[in-house]
């Protein structure tokens, strides 16, 4: 197994660990969900290593292209399903945005399988890059806003709601994107629901 490999695993393996920790309200201080956080950063960062280095040293390979798109559904889905399960994304705002973030990741999937069975790669786009971009900003703030919310310290208010309104924004912004590349992706490709 290639380095680049090795990385895309090394973030599917951190993926259990960040949820623990995020869960661990046993540890004090909400310290668990700051752990979560720096695995977090972490595994976004094997993310952008294992592709440059794949490239640059000519070892893209079948197994990368199989696992990574899925490393990286598994770990922004762990992170959404946390923040709305705990309300750090209120209801019912959180599960419309993680229903559209999904099902989004599930459709052009499905369209990856269908290019690919009619012997073509579907490669990423600027949109789908720039809504990668935007959730994997938004994910950690949303983290972050967890962490203040349950932390325990006398946080002032004003901070909360400036952490707030920014990973409401982002978020929302990520789900604007993810509806604005998954269309793009379906009107590129509507040759490929013709029989």
Not at 4 to 13: A, E, G, Q, S
Not at 17 to 32: K, N, Q, R
Not at 158 to 184: E, F, K, M, R
Request: charged content about 15%; overall charge positive.
């Amino acid at each position: 197994m290639n380095l680049p490999n090795r990385l895309t695993v090394l973030r599917i393996v951190l993926i259990p660990f960040m949820i623990f920790f995020y869960l661990a309200d046993f540890i004090p201080y909400g310290i668990g969900k700051l752990v979560a956080l720096g695995i977090f950063i972490i595994a976004s960062l094997t993310d952008m290593l294992d592709g440059q280095i794949a490239r640059k040293r000519n070892l893209v390979t079948n197994l990368g292209k199989f696992l990574d798109p899925i490393a990286d559904k598994i770990l922004t889905s762990a992170v959404l399903f946390l923040i709305i399960a705990d309300g750090t994304i209120p209801h019912p705002w959180g599960a419309i945005v993680v229903t559209i973030i999904i099902a989004r990741e599930f459709i052009v999937s499905a369209l990856r399988l269908l290019v690919a069975s009619k012997g073509t790669v579907l490669a990423a786009d600027m949109w789908g890059k720039v809504k990668t971009v935007v959730q994997m900003i938004a994910l950690p703030v949303c983290i972050v806003l967890a962490y203040l919310l349950t932390c325990g310290f006398d946080i002032p208010s004003i901070a909360i709601l400036v952490v707030q309104i920014v990973a409401y924004v982002l978020l929302g912004l990520a789900t604007l994107l993810t509806v604005i590349s998954g269309i793009n992706y379906l009107v590129k490709n509507k040759s490929c629901f013709k029989e």
